[in-house]
């Protein structure tokens, strides 16, 4: 578990790496591409397949596999302002949501009015991997954007309140069951919080959560497993919160 950090870090930049010559299938973009041509893509039945499995292992397709993300947390430890954690804009998270799955759909069915498209079809492959002078543009100024913002903004910003598939992974991420828990053995010296990757107020959730972190905004990197001094950090499964608060609240009265 000590090590899982560097196993995360390793992946995401795997990705990030290979990302121009698959940049059709990881761009969460093109899932506005698929809708509009009414093809089910390897992009969409990708994320799709990482918001579904959000409510057992909540956000691994943002922690472990975006390089959006990955790009984020790089230039975010370099960032000119320490901010401190904030709760996503929900309007503003809601308000791309909204524009993103609707703008898609009403030209998936003007083109199937004209007669472009008939009904969503399944050709994994429709989006060629093509990586030309377009789709190069494109990509820098996803990877740029996602660098410029992180040096100004808190951490991970944009995925946090402008990623239509984070949003989606959130709200099932609220039911993981995968989780880091903090033991007793924590002495709140507040390293992991400090090194979080989202900022997540991890010391308000050992104090009164009885060491659940249950923030849905978690991307599970193992980052704070990896600077607890006292290892006293550890993802699990929690099939149950309720019980597994009572255990807690038990070891402590016997204590």
């Avoid at 990881?26 to 089910?40: E, K, N, Q, R």
């Avoid at 009904?119 to 994994?124: E, L, M, S, V």
Wanted: net charge positive; charged share 15%.
């Amino acid at each position: 578990m000590k090590n899982l950090y560097k196993v995360n870090f390793l992946s995401r930049f795997i990705f990030l790496l290979i990302t121009p010559v698959f940049f059709q299938f990881f761009a969460l973009g093109f899932i506005w591409h698929s809708i509009y041509w009414g093809v089910i893509t390897i992009t969409l039945i990708l994320w799709t397949f990482f918001i579904l499995v959000s409510p057992l292992f909540g956000r691994i397709g943002c922690g472990w596999f975006c390089f959006m993300g990955t790009t984020s947390d790089m230039s975010g430890q370099c960032s000119f302002f320490k901010m401190k954690w904030k709760k996503p804009r929900l309007w503003l998270r809601l308000l791309l949501l909204i524009l993103f799955f609707a703008s898609a759909f009403v030209f998936y069915i003007l083109n199937k009015e004209r007669g472009l498209t008939h009904g969503f079809a399944i050709i994994p492959s429709f989006l060629p991997l093509n990586f030309d002078m377009h789709y190069k543009v494109v990509w820098m100024i996803d990877i740029f954007s996602a660098a410029i913002i992180s040096f100004f903004l808190s951490r991970r910003w944009m995925c946090k309140n402008m990623c239509v598939v984070g949003t989606l992974c959130s709200a099932g991420a609220n039911y993981s069951r995968l989780l880091p828990v903090v033991d007793e053995s924590c002495s709140l010296c507040g390293k992991c919080e400090k090194e979080c990757l989202v900022a997540i107020p991890i010391t308000d959730y050992i104090k009164n959560n009885d060491g659940l972190i249950t923030n849905s905004e978690c991307i599970l990197c193992g980052k704070c497993t990896e600077v607890c001094h006292s290892q006293s950090i550890s993802l699990k499964f929690v099939w149950n919160r309720s019980a597994h608060r009572a255990k807690r609240k038990n070891v402590q009265q016997k204590n």
